[in-house]
Protein backbone atom coordinates (compact mmCIF):
# COMPACT_ATOMS: atom_id res chain seq x y z
CA UNK A 1 0.00 0.00 0.00
CA UNK A 2 3.09 2.32 0.70
CA UNK A 3 4.36 1.82 -2.66
CA UNK A 4 0.79 2.39 -4.39
CA UNK A 5 0.70 5.48 -2.42
CA UNK A 6 4.34 6.68 -3.59
CA UNK A 7 3.32 5.83 -6.62
CA UNK A 8 0.35 7.67 -7.20
CA UNK A 9 1.99 11.10 -5.34
CA UNK A 10 4.65 11.15 -7.58
CA UNK A 11 1.76 10.54 -10.83
CA UNK A 12 0.14 13.62 -9.33
CA UNK A 13 3.61 15.53 -9.10
CA UNK A 14 4.41 14.73 -12.88
CA UNK A 15 0.77 15.60 -14.12
CA UNK A 16 1.15 19.14 -12.51
CA UNK A 17 4.43 19.71 -13.65
CA UNK A 18 3.71 18.58 -17.50
CA UNK A 19 0.54 20.92 -17.13
CA UNK A 20 2.11 23.54 -15.55
CA UNK A 21 4.69 23.31 -18.23
CA UNK A 22 2.00 23.13 -21.29
CA UNK A 23 0.58 26.16 -19.83
CA UNK A 24 3.79 28.14 -19.54
CA UNK A 25 4.61 26.90 -23.17
CA UNK A 26 1.10 28.00 -24.48
CA UNK A 27 1.19 31.16 -22.67
CA UNK A 28 5.11 32.18 -24.57
CA UNK A 29 3.15 31.06 -27.58
CA UNK A 30 0.72 33.51 -27.03
CA UNK A 31 3.19 36.00 -26.53
CA UNK A 32 5.11 35.63 -29.66
CA UNK A 33 1.93 35.69 -31.78
CA UNK A 34 0.61 38.64 -30.46
CA UNK A 35 3.84 40.20 -30.83
CA UNK A 36 4.44 39.10 -34.65
CA UNK A 37 2.40 40.51 -37.06
CA UNK A 38 1.35 37.75 -39.61
CA UNK A 39 -1.73 38.25 -41.99
CA UNK A 40 -1.34 35.44 -44.95
CA UNK A 41 -4.46 36.58 -46.53
CA UNK A 42 -3.32 40.62 -46.16
CA UNK A 43 -4.01 42.93 -48.86
CA UNK A 44 -1.99 46.21 -49.84
CA UNK A 45 -0.07 47.91 -51.96
CA UNK A 46 3.38 48.38 -52.26
CA UNK A 47 4.84 52.08 -52.22
CA UNK A 48 5.75 53.66 -55.38
CA UNK A 49 9.04 53.38 -56.54
CA UNK A 50 10.93 54.36 -59.46
CA UNK A 51 12.38 50.78 -61.15
CA UNK A 52 14.39 50.16 -64.41
CA UNK A 53 12.41 48.75 -67.25
CA UNK A 54 14.45 47.04 -70.04
CA UNK A 55 13.03 45.15 -72.88
CA UNK A 56 13.64 43.91 -76.77
CA UNK A 57 11.01 43.49 -79.21
CA UNK A 58 10.54 42.51 -83.44
CA UNK A 59 8.67 44.58 -85.44
CA UNK A 60 9.97 45.07 -89.03
CA UNK A 61 13.31 44.94 -87.60
CA UNK A 62 14.49 43.98 -83.78
CA UNK A 63 15.12 47.01 -81.16
CA UNK A 64 16.01 47.22 -77.60
CA UNK A 65 14.21 49.25 -74.94
CA UNK A 66 15.54 50.91 -72.00
CA UNK A 67 13.96 53.58 -69.08
CA UNK A 68 12.15 54.03 -65.70
CA UNK A 69 9.02 53.08 -64.51
CA UNK A 70 7.12 54.31 -61.10
CA UNK A 71 6.14 51.00 -60.34
CA UNK A 72 3.69 49.16 -57.75
CA UNK A 73 2.64 46.02 -57.01
CA UNK A 74 -0.64 44.83 -55.50
CA UNK A 75 -0.29 42.21 -53.26
CA UNK A 76 -3.71 39.57 -52.67
CA UNK A 77 -3.83 36.33 -51.42
CA UNK A 78 -4.46 34.55 -54.80
CA UNK A 79 -2.11 37.22 -57.09
CA UNK A 80 -0.06 39.50 -57.81
CA UNK A 81 -1.08 43.22 -59.95
CA UNK A 82 1.33 46.02 -60.41
CA UNK A 83 0.51 49.46 -62.35
CA UNK A 84 2.59 52.70 -63.04
CA UNK A 85 3.97 55.28 -65.71
CA UNK A 86 7.21 54.96 -67.64
CA UNK A 87 9.30 56.40 -69.66
CA UNK A 88 11.82 54.93 -71.75
CA UNK A 89 13.95 54.92 -75.33
CA UNK A 90 13.29 52.60 -78.22
CA UNK A 91 16.73 51.63 -80.28
CA UNK A 92 15.73 50.31 -83.52
CA UNK A 93 18.84 49.76 -85.34
CA UNK A 94 19.44 49.02 -88.84
CA UNK A 95 22.43 48.59 -91.19
CA UNK A 96 21.84 51.75 -92.76
CA UNK A 97 19.85 54.10 -90.00
CA UNK A 98 19.66 54.17 -86.18
CA UNK A 99 16.10 55.40 -85.13
CA UNK A 100 15.96 56.33 -81.46
CA UNK A 101 12.10 56.66 -79.58
CA UNK A 102 11.92 58.41 -76.76
CA UNK A 103 8.04 57.13 -75.36
CA UNK A 104 6.25 57.48 -72.43
CA UNK A 105 3.60 55.04 -71.17
CA UNK A 106 1.21 53.39 -69.09
CA UNK A 107 1.37 49.70 -68.04
CA UNK A 108 -0.96 47.73 -65.78
CA UNK A 109 -0.80 43.90 -64.78
CA UNK A 110 -2.82 41.41 -62.91
CA UNK A 111 -2.03 38.08 -62.35
CA UNK A 112 -1.04 36.83 -65.87
CA UNK A 113 -2.90 39.35 -67.86
CA UNK A 114 -1.16 42.89 -69.10
CA UNK A 115 -2.15 46.09 -70.84
CA UNK A 116 0.20 48.90 -71.75
CA UNK A 117 0.07 51.90 -74.30
CA UNK A 118 2.32 54.53 -75.43
CA UNK A 119 3.63 57.43 -77.37
CA UNK A 120 6.36 57.24 -79.49
CA UNK A 121 8.59 59.82 -80.89
CA UNK A 122 10.65 58.16 -83.60
CA UNK A 123 13.58 59.99 -85.18
CA UNK A 124 16.56 59.67 -87.31
CA UNK A 125 17.97 63.09 -85.89
CA UNK A 126 17.95 63.91 -89.67
CA UNK A 127 14.94 64.76 -91.51
CA UNK A 128 12.19 61.61 -91.07
CA UNK A 129 10.05 61.62 -87.81
CA UNK A 130 7.17 59.87 -86.60
CA UNK A 131 5.18 59.81 -84.07
CA UNK A 132 2.91 56.15 -83.01
CA UNK A 133 0.71 55.32 -80.37
CA UNK A 134 1.23 51.81 -78.91
CA UNK A 135 -1.31 49.93 -77.36
CA UNK A 136 -0.33 46.82 -76.11
CA UNK A 137 -1.76 43.68 -74.41
CA UNK A 138 -0.35 40.32 -73.56
CA UNK A 139 0.52 37.69 -71.32
CA UNK A 140 2.63 38.78 -67.50
CA UNK A 141 4.24 37.09 -65.00
CA UNK A 142 2.65 39.03 -61.68
CA UNK A 143 4.06 42.41 -63.76
CA UNK A 144 7.82 41.09 -63.42
CA UNK A 145 8.25 40.06 -67.04
CA UNK A 146 5.28 40.69 -69.76
CA UNK A 147 4.89 39.34 -73.15
CA UNK A 148 2.91 41.66 -75.44
CA UNK A 149 1.93 41.90 -78.70
CA UNK A 150 1.29 45.78 -79.77
CA UNK A 151 -0.16 47.49 -82.48
CA UNK A 152 1.53 50.47 -83.72
CA UNK A 153 -0.79 53.48 -84.80
CA UNK A 154 0.59 56.45 -86.66
CA UNK A 155 -0.59 59.97 -85.73
CA UNK A 156 1.41 61.72 -88.82
CA UNK A 157 2.16 61.37 -92.18
CA UNK A 158 5.30 60.33 -91.97
CA UNK A 159 6.98 56.99 -91.30
CA UNK A 160 10.16 54.82 -91.17
CA UNK A 161 10.22 50.94 -93.35
CA UNK A 162 11.94 49.69 -90.21
CA UNK A 163 8.99 50.33 -87.89
CA UNK A 164 5.96 48.22 -89.02
CA UNK A 165 2.29 48.30 -87.62
CA UNK A 166 2.67 44.81 -85.54
CA UNK A 167 5.08 44.30 -82.98
CA UNK A 168 6.42 41.82 -80.29
CA UNK A 169 7.96 42.28 -76.98
CA UNK A 170 9.35 41.19 -73.94
CA UNK A 171 10.13 43.56 -70.77
CA UNK A 172 11.21 43.41 -67.85
CA UNK A 173 9.71 45.75 -64.73
CA UNK A 174 13.27 45.43 -62.57
CA UNK A 175 11.43 45.81 -58.74
CA UNK A 176 13.33 44.83 -56.36
CA UNK A 177 10.28 44.76 -54.26
CA UNK A 178 9.25 41.24 -55.89
CA UNK A 179 12.04 39.37 -54.53
CA UNK A 180 10.48 39.79 -50.78
CA UNK A 181 7.07 41.07 -51.16
CA UNK A 182 6.10 40.50 -47.77
CA UNK A 183 8.78 42.82 -46.37
CA UNK A 184 8.11 45.57 -49.04
CA UNK A 185 7.56 49.16 -47.95
CA UNK A 186 3.48 49.42 -47.96
CA UNK A 187 1.34 52.03 -48.57
CA UNK A 188 -1.15 53.24 -45.26
CA UNK A 189 -3.80 51.83 -45.31
CA UNK A 190 -7.37 54.34 -45.69
CA UNK A 191 -10.27 53.66 -43.41
CA UNK A 192 -13.27 51.68 -44.72
CA UNK A 193 -16.41 53.37 -44.53
Do not use: C
Amino acid sequence: MLIEIRSLLGLGILLILLSTTISVAQKNQTLKADTISIRPFARYWTKPRVVPKVGFGVQETGFGEIGAQLHQIYVHPLSLASMGPYISVDGVFQTDEVIIGPKAGYELTAGLLGLAADFTYYTDFDKHKSVMFTPKAGISLFGYVSIFYGRNINLNDETFKAISSNRFSIIFNLNPDYYNIREARKMPQRARR
